[in-house]
């Protein structure tokens, strides 16, 4: 199991997506899934092009061992990883789950936060740093990429937290991962410690620095995005953003924000973004959860415009109201949807797509009888407009 890409060059502008729905986002309440779906969504990762899937952590469950077996040994085209805790059993445990993969990752953890060493681990300073160098060598034996967590990352002493990575680079690790486990943090302090770190970690040259953020204050995909322009060149995300609690950073969200602000970041990912949305879709119909209709990106009202205003100016410009084009994140085409705040212009193209010219005392008919029944329901359809052109009151 080799890799050639697990450092960071100075001028390294691709941005890694690591996906942890199978992990990460798997673990919240709702949205369990099978061996059988895992693998479907993990096929559907591989065509959209993550860099790595979370594939589970096998030593949690039979499950969970089985459900990385099986996409180590089915799906090709993304690097398979399987989390650890920094301890032996877990690690082995790990390895062998990843056995059958042709490129694979451990993933150890441990907690480096002041709160999490006292009250959880019981464990000093010195100790978690023990841990996390033993874990990392062990990792090392079994596995040529191996990534590091240093979990409660953003509630760790800066100093600290660059110590323990600069063991865990000394020992081998190839990523390191700064979580905001809490969500706790805020765009402008993920920037400085990503800074500081690049600054003050020894041997940091030698690997890729990576983020992996919740939003517990709704800020997961700001403060992915902070640590990319601070340098950060992994991203580790969910479909949709599901994950524990209020879950993880929005896997499209951060790709089209690095997709259509370019201009800010200068690194982008190797996604292949039409496949967002049925991806999207994928894991809706999979774990039977809806996309929220108002969701960026993959909300069914991303690209619908229903405000007469707004209908007006995309008929003349698209670029009026949408910064993305609709089919660069699987979309077919933008939606004017008509309803009580559309206006005549949208009114008399669909018409007109549905066959229907109506000269404009007539439109004008249509018009009124259309607002009165706009006002009655949430959307007019095309079944509506065919009613009104035709003379009637339309809800057919
Ligand atoms: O949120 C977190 O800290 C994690 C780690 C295991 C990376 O999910
Ligand atoms: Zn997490």
Redesign the pocket.
Known sequence: MTNPDNTQAPDDTRVRVFD?TLR?GEQAPGFSMTRAQKLRLAHALAELGVDVIEAGFPQASDGDFASVQAIARDVRGSRICA?ARCQTGDIETAARALEPATAARI?V?IATSPLHREHKLGMSKAQVIDAAVAAVRRARELCTDVEF?A??AMRSEPDYLAEVFAAVIEAGATTL?V?D?VGYTTPAEMGERIRYLKAHVRGIERAVLSV?C?DDLGMAVANSLAAVAAGARQV?CTLTGIG?RAGNAALEEVAMALATRAELFGAATNLKTPKLYPTARLLAQITGQPIPRNKAIVGENAFAHESGIHQHGMLKHRGTYEIMRPEDVGFARSQLVLGKHSGRHALRERLAALGHQPADAELDQIFTRFKTLADKKREVFDSDLEALALGRDGEA
Do not use: M, V
């Open positions: 942890t990460d989390l993933h953890f967590s979990e409660d991962n979580p486990t992996h919740h580790e524990e």
